[in-house]
């Protein structure tokens, strides 16, 4: 067993711990990233796969995610845009298929006057949310009891508009099933994009890419670090503290510190045994947190030839298996890439089938939208996420109902030495790489500040 001392031990090597790291070791500080994977990057993961790049985890960039976009600039990384030349698809609840331009999907006029209804109203309680703090909300518990899918049926009776309003927050950003989580929920993520419009605008929040793959930020952060200073395949089990300190401990690692910052999602704070517990209201928070289910599908095709056909590889349906897909060729290849997404119950029962059943019924989703020839990839990639033992899930974590005002404003206050933070508790940037900056930046700044008062008294 070796035995470490520093000022600072991080727990977890994704974006947010190795910015917070960064940061800390910039202002002086001494610091141990722990690992338990054998990579770094934790949810940003490019790999090549049957000969093909993929970005695995996450990978767009909205130009509102000013924090991310710094530190691109930053590390040197280059961006490009999204392919989102020609026309965008959509299938009815009938199962028609419509092309159409701009963000309101062509759903019949009354559907579509709706939408624009609901977008409008939602956008104005939107404004109403500081998204560091929505249970502030002077209404902040009537929100945080009613489900979003409820709170859509009270607002109107048109069934398509509604489950395209839904599809928004629940299938398309926090993965789960509209009726499990509250509307306050629904506005924390949406006024964590600004507003609601934002996150109805694909061109928006799905803008650009990192040429050569959003994983070059943490790789290019722990490379900052020095490889002494991140210690991968070293999964913490256990934390031991005091006013003083903590010692933290990892497969064949002990590290004495000062301060211990915990940079994994929360549905994994359990992982870890706390001597002594966590305090009683922070074990209750943490169950009430939990990661949504998506399966990100990558199909490589010869060519992009739905661009041949003027369409921009963007398609919506919430009557569709694949809910929504974009051309996700990567920079500078010739071969085309569409990116599907399956989520929430329908990637519940996705996982109940083979995986060549279940292939065969996301390509076949696919060819709904783009023709037969999506049936046909070059190559085909599944990324799956709840199977990681690091992760559990995908994208991040929500709160579920009633939780966000139960909770919520005890999720970033330390526990003695040991702070918590990731990307599942930003405001700004909310289950985003730039909401994982944003937090890693805040943690570090809490130490840097904690550690000057002690100096002080
Ligand atoms: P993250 O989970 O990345 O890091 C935590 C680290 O802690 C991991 O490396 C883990 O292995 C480690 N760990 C856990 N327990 C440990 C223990 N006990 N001991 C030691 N280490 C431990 N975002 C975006 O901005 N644009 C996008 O397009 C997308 N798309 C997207 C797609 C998919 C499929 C996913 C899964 C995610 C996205 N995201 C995204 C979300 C984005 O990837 C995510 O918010 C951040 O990468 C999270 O970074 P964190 O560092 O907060 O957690």
Redesign the pocket.
């Known amino acids: 067993m070796e035995h470490l001392e520093r000022d600072v031990v991080v727990?977890?090597?994704?974006?947010?711990?190795?910015t917070a790291a960064t940061r800390l070791s910039a202002a002086g500080k001494s610091v141990v990233v722990?690992?338990?994977?054998e990579r770094?990057?934790?949810?940003?993961w490019t790999d090549v796969v049957d000969g093909q790049m993929r970005e695995?985890?996450?990978?767009?960039?909205?130009p509102d995610?000013t924090a991310?976009l710094e530190t691109l600039d930053e590390l040197g990384l280059a961006t490009y845009a999204r392919y989102r030349d020609g026309e965008s698809l959509y299938i009815t609840r009938d199962g028609e298929l419509r092309r159409f331009t701009g963000d309101i999907f062509p759903a019949g006029e009354r559907t579509e006057s709706e939408i624009t209804r609901l977008i409008e109203i939602l956008d104005g309680l939107t404004a109403e949310i500081d998204p560091a703090a929505p249970w502030a909300h002077p209404r902040a518990q009537e929100l945080d009891q009613v489900s979003f899918r409820t709170w859509l049926e009270q607002q109107t009776d048109d069934e398509e508009a509604r489950e395209n309003i839904a599809l928004f927050v629940a299938e398309a950003m926090l993965t789960k099933p509209a009726h499990t989580f509250s509307l306050l929920q629904a506005l924390l993520m949406a006024a964590s994009a600004g507003c609601f419009s934002n996150l109805v605008d694909a061109d928006f929040i799905?803008d650009k890419r990192v040429v050569g793959g959003?994983q070059q930020v943490?790789l290019r952060l722990a490379d900052r670090l020095g490889a002494d200073s991140v210690r991968l395949g070293?999964?913490?089990?256990r934390i031991e503290w005091d006013e003083f300190g903590a010692t933290v401990m990892?497969a064949g690692v002990r590290v004495r510190a000062r301060h211990v910052i915990v940079?994994?999602?929360p549905n994994?704070y359990d992982?870890?045994q706390y001597v002594p517990a966590l305090p009683r209201l922070r074990q209750q928070l943490q169950q009430h947190q939990s990661l949504g289910l998506?399966i990100?599908v990558h199909a490589t095709y010869e060519t992009p030839f739905w661009r041949a056909a003027g369409l921009s590889g963007t398609a919506f349906s919430p009557y569709q298996l694949v809910h929504e897909a974009y051309d996700n060729t990567n920079h500078g290849e010739s071969r085309g890439t569409l990116v599907g997404f399956v989520a929430a119950e329908q990637a519940d029962a996705s996982f109940r089938l083979s995986a060549e059943e279940r292939k065969g019924r996301i390509l076949e989703s696919l060819a709904a939208y783009f023709g037969p020839e999506a049936r046909r990839p070059v190559t085909y990639y599944e990324?799956d996420?709840a199977a990681e033992e690091?992760?559990q899930g995908?994208?991040?974590a929500s709160f579920a109902l009633g939780g966000l005002t139960r909770y919520g404003e005890l999720q970033l206050q330390p526990v003695g030495p040991i702070r918590f933070?990731?990307?599942?508790l930003a405001g700004l940037?909310y289950?985003?790489?730039?909401?994982?900056i944003r937090?890693?930046r805040r943690l570090a700044d809490d130490v840097i500040a904690a550690a000057r008062e002690e100096e002080s008294a």
């Open positions: 727990v977890g090597a994704g974006v947010t711990g190795l722990l690992e338990a994977r770094i990057g934790g949810r940003l695995i985890g996450g990978q767009w960039v909205s995610q991310l799905l959003l943490p070293t999964p913490v089990r990892g940079a994994v999602p994994l992982r870890i998506v990100k990324s996420w690091w992760t995908a994208y991040a933070g990731s990307s599942d940037g289950q985003h790489v730039d909401g994982g937090m890693g």
